[in-house]
Structures are given as structure tokens and as C-alpha cells.
């Protein structure tokens, strides 16, 4: 029993020793774990447990577990069983509420401690353990954390570089400055070429700018401003600037490229080399082989290229040689044309002072002649006959030359200005009986008198010829009095303040009248019969009312008295007959009279140079002469002389001076007297070379050895504006081809200026007609005006083939000796061409007209219809087409007669009541009283081919009444 107690016993304590051993186990567990929270708290780092409260924990659980092992010393009792046995200290214990919590610590033993020491190392190490693998984990956190913030920020980094590109993209697209990859690389490839330019001497270096070594630039010439090159200059710096600019832009967005393209490339590679890693070794060796591999290819590329760069370098800097090689010799040229240009410049800087410095002489010197003009020195009066046609001017002449010059001129008209020479003696031969009873002294030393046409179409020549004149004989026909051209001539005399002398010719015309050849005109009138001598006072008188109304005081010259003579605007009246020559004596002695009383200061001689170009003639023997009229100064045989042409001035040498004989004019042919020397006044010919072009009406000058050719050259062509402007022609005309340039002029001034409508002139020439003159003025044909595919030949030949090539090609050539005849042969050839034009046109044009029908005067009323109308406005003619615009343009017909009082008419005016038949072929059966009726009025159908027909060809033939006519239908007929 005992042994069975104490078996049970032992197994109780075993039993004990393991419940006691789990409730350290629990309470260390217990005391390991943490309190639960009462609510969800942020989470917080894990703190070490605290040393003290760890080692007051092991040290309860150790004296628990010693104490129910019995081990450990006197505890006190807990409840009210401390005093009593062991078999009751377990329920007292139990039932007193834990003794050893509340009671002080009982001694611990060594085993204990030894066990507590243990478990708290445990604790410790297992402590230190968590807190370096939460370390861990947190340093793991971080990195892992750092790694993907700078993922991002790469990320972040690529887009905003990749959003920055494609806002620049988008940019330099908006200013047209995007450029692809290929266009980089031929900028790149521009750049590179630049740069070995350079290196090769071809293109200004930095070192070579600062060092003011640049190339010298190719002189540029035009005709820029400084201003506009220097604004040049900066337009072109701020373009290569903004292209700099823009190349640089675009290789730092390369270079970004490249190196986010790097960067990616790089990562890959570490990717790649991190992943490879674990890889074979021969895996490895194969990858390295590959990129050596491609590292000698690039440097194989590298050598090509370095290969094809000094080549492109050679072939530059071959260029470059060349280039300066050419450079320098336009460089050279260049000098050369700048030291010509600045050569030239200082010549006609020279020229111009030389220039000036000869006027200056040359005025001097003019002041000097003129200073020491004399009274003693008289050179020959300049007379000009003047009148209207065939009063006898020349006719005239040749009485007191014993000439017959008229009958020379085709018609009896002269055609040209002639110039005769009367020498002192003739003079006095000439009025030896008149001076008889005047004891008059000839001091002049002759005269000279211009025989001028008396044509209208000579005002030119007249007014040359007037212009040149000293005093003027203004012939009138007694029998006629004061005509047009006499009226014309009165009125330039008047303008140039010249003094003249009336003849009053054709006195013999006079009834009864006695002929006493060559007497003077008192002796001649004594010998007539009263009735005759009141038939010519009777014309004088109404000679002298005529000028009178021109406002010109005039008197019969011996009637005159001494305050008449000094008195500058009486006239005096002289009788003449160009037949037989009474009054001849009494007109040179006047003309003297006048000269010497009245003019003898313009009169004096001065050695100043005074000449004018009268005509330009080509003489058979003799070839291109001048005729030139003297007034003051010399001209002599050998001397320079400068002439106007239309090229310009032309200087030539005097190879000949030719005068016809005394008393004769200068285009008669004769035998002309040769001179070495010409002494002013007088009319003389002039032959030299290149005189074809020499303009009439100019001056002559003589360059003299201390004269400035230059400066004649400019005074010589100073009188050519005026008659440019003569001779300017046309586009659209008939030639003009004359014998001399007078009648050239003369006939352009006609045809522009005197005929209605004037007469266009397209090519002029002088001289014979050949066949390149045809055929010059047939492109009018080509041009669409053959009525201008004419040529007016005045006084000069036609060559045969000239006549052939003409018939052939359509060109007629209207020939006359008359200028008259010449202007009618025209003025008939227009008016045929006129008028056929005129009925070619009459089937289109159509003349506008509104009628009314006189309901009263039916006579049929239908085809055809015959009704009486009246002509409300307008002009109704036969052929016009009639229709109501009231009724939808209804057409009436065409008229086909007209008959007014019984007979026929072809037109009708406004006003006008008439017998009209209308004939309409295409609606016969239109019936008046049935489609129409009186109350509606016929208008002309007109239409836009009938208003431009009326305007082409019968425009004279419309008033303006009539053209507003036109106006007012074309609306009635909606025309354009």
C-alpha cells in the first residue's frame, strides 16, 4: 500500500513536473505576446521589449515552476490555510488567490537562474534576430523604393524631352524650318564640305577673319544706293543667322536623340548582360567576337569615308585654285574696267571744263565782233517775197533777175525756197531811170532775195524763210485783194515785228491799161487814160481797206509823207507788174531806202557766224549738197564745220563753195561759180561728205582751231527739238517720200495738221523710190489698213522695179510735181475707199429711227404694206428693218421705198411725212389692222453689228442728236 502510494505519488509529481513546465512555457508565452488594442491604431515600428519587465517575467515563471517542484523556500500562505499542513497548503493556496502573486519573491535557485538566464538569451537572440531581418526588409523597401522613384523620373525625364521635341517639331513646322533625317544628313554633309572649303582655302577662315585676312568680294556694279547695300547686307546677316541658329537647334535635338537612343541601348545591354550572366563562357566569347567584329567593319566604314573626304577635300581645293585663278583675273578685269570707268570719267570731266571753257571764249569772242560792228560796214539786206499762191512772187523775180525761173517749176509754182544774189551794180542798173529824179545813194553792198511758196503748206518754210529776213515783200493781187495765205503772211510778218513792203502786182491787169516796159510806175501811170488810172486808185483803195481791217495803216509810197515814213506802222503800197515790169524800179529802190534808213543796225556787218541749212539736194556731178544762206561772218574752203542730222551732229569739211552767177537763184542749173571764201550775206552751196541726214532749218557752225568741238557740237544741236517733232511718225500711215526735207516737212504738216481727219504717217524718205521702200510700207496689208499701203511721191522718181514689186504686192504709189495734185490724188483715193466701205456696210448698219403710222393713210395693208408715217426721231432709210417692241419685237419687215410728194428718197429726217413700202419675206402674211395698228410705234431693229458698223463708216453721218438716239434704243433693245 505504502509502495502503491508512492508509485502514485512519483507518477503525481511526474504529472506536476509537466503541468508546470507548460504553465512556464504558457506564461512566458503569455508574457512574450502583446495586448490586444481596443481599437485599429496606426501601425507603428516594432519596439525591443524593455530588459526589466523581460527579466521580472522569467523570474516569476521560474519561482512558479520551483515552487511546485518544491525547490523552492518558505512562502508565505495565501487565504486562511497558512498555518496548516502540506495536503491543505495546495487548497489554501488554491482558495487564498495566488499567494505568489501577491507575496514578495521567495529565493530563486541555481537551476532556476540558470533556466531564466537561458530563456532570456533566447528571448534576446530571437529579438535580434527580428529586429535585423525588419532592418532588412526596411533597407530592401528603400532601395526598392529609390529604384522605382528614378524609374519614373526617367520615365518623366523621356517624355517631357520627348513632348519638348515634338512642341519644337511642331514649331519649326509652323515656321517651314523642320528638316527630316535626310535633309540633316545633306546638312551635315553641307557643313562637312563647308569646313573642307575652308581647309582649303577656298572660303575666309576665323583666324583669317580676325586677322582682317579676308578674300577680297567681287566688286558688284548696278546702280544701288549705299543705303540699299548696306540694308542688303543686314538682311543677308540676319538670314545666315537665323539658318545658324536653326542648324544648331537641330543638331542639340540630335544630340538629345542620340542620347536618349544611348541611354536605352545602354539599359538594354545592362539588361541583357545582367540576364546573360549565368550564361556559358562561350556564349560570352561569340558575343565579344560579334561586336569586334563590327567594330573593324566600322573602322574599315570610317577609313571609306576618311578615303572619300580628302578626295572630296582634292577636288575642292582644286575648285578652290580655279576659283581664285579665276577670281583673280576678273579681279584684274575688274581693275582694269574701274581705271577705264574712272579714265573715262576724268576725260569727260576734262571734256566737260574744256567744254565750258570754250563757250566762254567763244562768247567773249562773239561780244568782241559784235562790239566792233561799223556803219560803214553794210552786208546785203535779206529780202523774203511772200503772198498767197500764183500772185506772180516769182514771176516777180525773174522780171527783176531777167530770169525764167517759173517756168521752170511744175505749174508755175515754186515748190522750194530759192535764194538769189543781186550785187550792188545790178542795183544800180536796175533803177538807174527812177534814180534819175531820187539821187538816192546805194551803200548796201546788194541784196539777197528768198523766193518763198506761197502754198498753205509751206507756213513751215515760210516761217523759216521769214525768220531769216531782214525786210519782206508781200506781193497782193490787185485784182483779188487780200487772200487767205496773203492774210497768213501778214500775220507772221506782223508777230516777228519784220517791216515790209506791199506790191500790189498784176497793174496791168487794169482795163485799157498801156504797157511801158520796165519804166517806173508814176511815168507809167501818167501814160494811161483816166478811166484807167480810176480803175487801179479805185482797187488801191480797197487794198488799203482790207489791210486796214488786218490793223496795217497804208498808203501809195509817193504819197506818203515824212511823219508817214518815220512812223513804223505805215506800209507803203507799191504797183507793180511781174509782165512787164513797171514798178520794178520803184519796189528795189524802196527796199533799199528801207535798209538803209530804218535798218541799218542789224544791217552792219559782224564776223560772228551766222548761217542756216535752207535745203538739202543731191546734185547730179556734185552728189549731197547743202544750200546754205550766210548772213554774217566767213566761210571758207577747208574749214570744219558742224551740222545737225537726226543721229546727231555731224562734223565734215568743206570741200566746195558754190554761188550760181549774179542775179540768178540757186536752183537753177547752171554753172556754178567756185569760192574759197564766203563772206556774209549770201547764199551759197556746200559740198562735204555725209550731208544726206543734215536737217533743214539748223544752224551752221565752223570749229574753229581754238574752239571746243564738243561745245559747237551741243550749240549746232540745240535747233533739232522743234523739228523732231515734225518728223516723228506713226504706227499705222501712208509714206512720205519727198525731193528735199522742206517738202518733206511740209507735207507732214499738211496731212497732220490741215486735212480733216489728218492723215497718219508711218515711214518717211527722201529721193528716189527703190523697192525696198515698197516693200517696207506693204506690211500695212499684213497690219489690216491696206488704204495705208500707199506711197506720196512728191517731185521725185520711181525706179521700174520699184513700179513692178508695187502692182505685186498691193502698194499704190501716187505721184505729183503739184503738191496740190498730190493731196487731191489722195483725198479722191480715200473717198472712193470710203464710200465702198461705206455700201459694203450698208447691209449690216442700220440707222436708228422711231416712225409712226398715219392711220388715215392706209393705201394697202398688206404685202406688201404701203402706209402713210411720220418721222418722230431719227433717220429712217431704205433698207431699214422696222418692228413694235411693244408687241415682243414683233418684226414688220424692211422698208422698201420711200416717197415724199411723189418722188423717191432714199432717206427721211425727223419731221418728215412719207410713203413708205414694207415687204416682210419671211411672215407674208402679217396684216396691219391685225398684228398691229397705228398706235404702236416701229422702231429701226438695231443691233450691236449695226451700231459698230454706223460707228466705223458712217460716224459723219450721224448728228449728236441721232447718237443719242442710239443710246436711247440700245436700252429699248437690251444691247450691251
Not at 512555457?25 to 507603428?44: G, I, S
Not at 574749214?639 to 555731224?650: E, F, K, S
Not at 547764199?683 to 557752225?701: P, R
Amino acid at each position: 500500500m505504502g509502495k502503491k502510494k508512492s508509485n502514485q505519488k512519483k507518477k503525481q509529481t511526474v504529472v506536476d513536473d509537466d503541468d508546470d513546465w507548460d504553465a512556464i512555457l504558457a506564461a512566458e508565452t503569455a508574457n512574450d505576446a502583446p495586448a490586444p488594442a481596443p481599437a485599429p491604431a496606426p501601425v507603428k515600428e516594432p519596439e525591443p521589449p524593455k530588459t526589466g519587465e523581460t527579466e521580472d517575467g522569467a523570474v516569476d515563471a521560474a519561482a512558479a515552476f520551483l515552487a511546485a517542484q518544491g525547490l523552492g523556500g518558505n512562502e508565505p500562505s495565501g487565504g486562511g490555510g497558512g498555518g496548516k499542513k502540506k495536503k491543505k497548503k495546495k487548497k489554501a493556496g488554491g482558495g487564498g488567490g495566488g499567494a505568489s502573486e501577491s507575496g514578495g519573491g521567495g529565493k530563486v535557485s541555481a537551476r532556476g537562474k540558470l533556466v531564466a538566464e537561458r530563456l532570456r538569451k533566447q528571448r534576446e537572440e530571437e529579438e535580434r534576430i527580428r529586429a535585423a531581418e525588419e532592418a532588412e526588409r526596411q533597407r530592401i523597401a528603400e532601395i526598392e523604393a529609390a529604384e522605382e522613384a528614378e524609374r519614373k523620373r526617367i520615365e518623366e525625364e523621356k517624355e517631357r524631352k520627348k513632348q519638348k521635341q515634338r512642341e519644337k517639331i511642331e514649331q519649326q513646322k509652323k515656321d517651314g524650318t523642320y528638316m527630316t533625317k535626310a535633309q540633316k544628313a545633306k546638312a551635315k554633309l553641307a557643313a562637312q564640305r563647308l569646313e573642307a572649303m575652308k581647309a582649303a582655302g577656298m572660303l575666309p577662315t576665323e583666324a583669317m577673319e580676325k586677322n582682317g585676312q579676308t578674300q577680297k568680294s567681287r566688286p558688284v556694279y548696278g546702280r544701288k544706293s549705299k543705303k540699299e547695300r548696306e540694308e542688303e547686307l543686314r538682311k543677308k546677316a540676319e538670314e545666315e543667322a537665323r539658318k545658324k541658329a536653326e542648324e544648331e537647334a537641330a543638331k542639340a535635338a540630335e544630340e538629345e536623340d542620340s542620347i536618349a537612343d544611348n541611354w536605352e541601348d545602354d539599359v538594354a545591354d545592362n539588361w541583357d548582360d545582367s540576364s546573360e550572366e549565368g550564361g556559358s563562357g562561350d556564349d560570352r566569347f561569340a558575343a565579344l567576337d560579334a561586336k569586334l567584329e563590327a567594330v573593324a567593319l566600322e573602322n574599315e566604314e570610317v577609313d571609306l569615308i576618311e578615303i572619300e573626304k580628302k578626295k572630296e577635300q582634292e577636288r575642292l581645293r582644286q575648285l578652290g585654285i580655279e576659283r581664285e585663278r579665276r577670281e583673280l583675273a576678273e579681279a584684274e578685269r575688274n581693275a582694269k574696267l574701274t581705271a577705264e570707268m574712272e579714265e573715262t570719267r576724268l576725260r569727260e570731266l576734262q571734256a566737260a571744263k574744256l567744254k565750258e571753257e570754250g563757250k566762254k571764249r567763244r562768247e567773249a569772242q562773239e561780244k568782241v565782233n559784235l562790239a566792233a560792228r561799223s556803219r560803214d560796214n553794210l552786208r546785203c539786206p535779206i529780202v523774203v517775197i511772200m503772198g498767197h499762191v500764183d500772185t506772180g512772187k516769182t514771176k516777180l523775180l525773174d522780171k527783176i533777175r531777167h530770169t525764167n525761173v517759173q517756168e521752170g517749176e511744175a505749174g508755175g509754182i515754186t515748190q522750194q525756197i530759192g535764194a538769189t544774189y543781186f550785187e550792188k551794180k545790178t542795183l544800180e542798173h536796175q533803177t538807174s531811170k527812177l534814180n534819175e529824179t531820187e539821187n538816192f545813194t546805194f551803200e548796201v553792198p546788194g541784196m539777197l532775195v528768198i523766193d518763198t511758196p506761197g502754198h498753205e503748206s509751206f507756213t513751215n518754210l515760210r516761217s523759216r524763210g521769214s525768220s531769216l529776213c531782214d525786210v519782206a515783200i508781200l506781193v497782193v493781187d490787185l485784182m483779188h485783194g487780200l487772200e487767205q495765205q496773203t492774210i497768213e503772211s501778214l500775220t507772221m510778218l506782223k508777230n516777228r515785228g519784220t517791216p515790209f513792203v506791199v506790191a500790189l502786182n498784176k497793174i496791168d491787169r487794169c482795163y485799157a491799161w498801156k504797157t511801158c516796159p520796165d519804166t517806173p510806175i508814176r511815168d507809167a501811170l501818167k501814160v494811161q487814160e483816166e478811166g484807167t488810172v480810176g480803175e487801179f486808185r479805185s482797187r488801191a483803195a480797197n487794198a488799203k481797206l482790207q489791210l486796214q481791217e488786218q490793223g496795217i495803216n497804208s498808203n501809195i509810197y509817193w504819197e506818203m509823207g515824212d511823219e508817214d515814213w518815220t512812223n513804223s506802222d505805215f506800209v507803203p503800197l507799191v504797183p507793180t507788174s511781174a509782165i512787164s515790169g513797171e514798178g520794178v524800179q520803184d519796189i528795189l529802190m524802196l527796199l533799199c531806202q528801207i535798209a538803209q534808213r530804218k535798218l541799218w543796225k542789224q544791217l552792219m556787218w559782224c564776223a560772228n557766224l551766222q548761217a542756216t541749212v535752207l535745203e538739202v539736194k543731191a546734185i547730179d556731178g556734185l552728189g549731197m549738197t547743202v544750200d546754205v544762206l550766210v548772213v554774217n561772218g566767213y566761210l571758207r574752203e577747208g574749214d570744219r564745220v558742224a551740222l545737225c542730222t537726226l543721229d546727231g551732229p555731224v562734223i565734215t569739211e568743206i570741200r566746195g563753195l558754190l554761188t550760181p552767177p549774179p542775179s540768178r537763184e540757186m536752183r537753177i542749173k547752171s554753172e556754178y561759180i567756185h569760192h574759197k571764201e564766203i563772206k556774209g550775206a549770201l547764199g551759197v552751196k556746200l559740198i562735204g561728205n555725209n550731208l544726206e541726214k543734215v536737217m533743214a532749218g539748223t544752224s551752221v557752225m565752223v570749229v574753229g582751231p581754238e574752239d571746243e568741238e564738243e561745245d559747237i557740237k551741243a550749240e549746232v544741236m540745240s535747233d533739232l527739238t522743234n523739228l523732231q517733232d515734225k518728223l516723228s511718225v506713226d504706227k499705222k500711215g501712208v509714206m512720205v517720200q519727198a525731193s528735199t526735207l522742206g517738202a518733206l516737212e511740209a507735207l507732214l504738216q499738211f496731212l497732220r495738221e490741215e486735212t480733216q481727219p489728218p492723215i497718219p504717217v508711218s515711214a518717211i524718205g527722201i529721193g528716189t523710190i527703190h523697192k525696198r521702200d515698197v516693200t517696207k510700207i506693204s506690211i500695212m496689208n499684213e497690219k489690216g489698213c491696206p488704204e495705208f499701203a500707199t506711197i506720196l511721191a512728191f517731185d521725185v522718181d520711181i525706179n521700174r522695179e520699184a513700179t513692178e514689186h508695187a502692182s505685186e504686192v498691193g502698194v499704190r504709189i501716187f505721184t505729183a510735181e503739184i503738191i496740190y495734185h498730190l493731196f487731191d490724188q489722195f483725198t479722191r483715193f480715200m473717198e472712193d475707199l470710203t464710200e465702198r466701205r461705206r455700201e459694203e456696210a450698208a447691209a449690216v448698219a442700220v440707222f436708228p429711227s422711231i416712225v409712226k403710222i398715219l392711220p388715215q393713210h392706209i393705201f394697202n395693208a398688206k404685202d406688201p404694206i404701203i402706209v402713210g408715217m411720220e418721222v418722230v426721231e431719227g433717220i429712217l432709210k431704205v433698207g431699214t428693218p422696222l418692228c413694235i417692241p411693244a408687241k415682243d419685237y414683233l418684226h414688220i419687215g424692211k422698208v422698201i421705198s420711200i416717197e415724199s410728194n411723189g418722188k423717191e428718197q432714199n432717206t427721211a429726217r425727223k419731221g418728215a411725212s412719207i410713203a413708205v413700202k414694207i415687204v416682210n419675206e419671211s411672215n407674208p402674211t402679217i396684216t396691219y389692222g391685225r398684228q398691229f395698228d397705228a398706235t404702236h410705234s416701229l422702231y429701226s431693229t438695231l443691233s450691236r453689228a449695226s451700231i459698230d458698223a454706223l460707228k466705223l463708216n458712217f460716224k459723219d453721218k450721224l448728228e449728236n442728236e441721232d447718237w443719242r438716239l442710239v443710246v436711247k434704243m440700245k436700252k429699248v433693245f437690251g444691247i450691251l
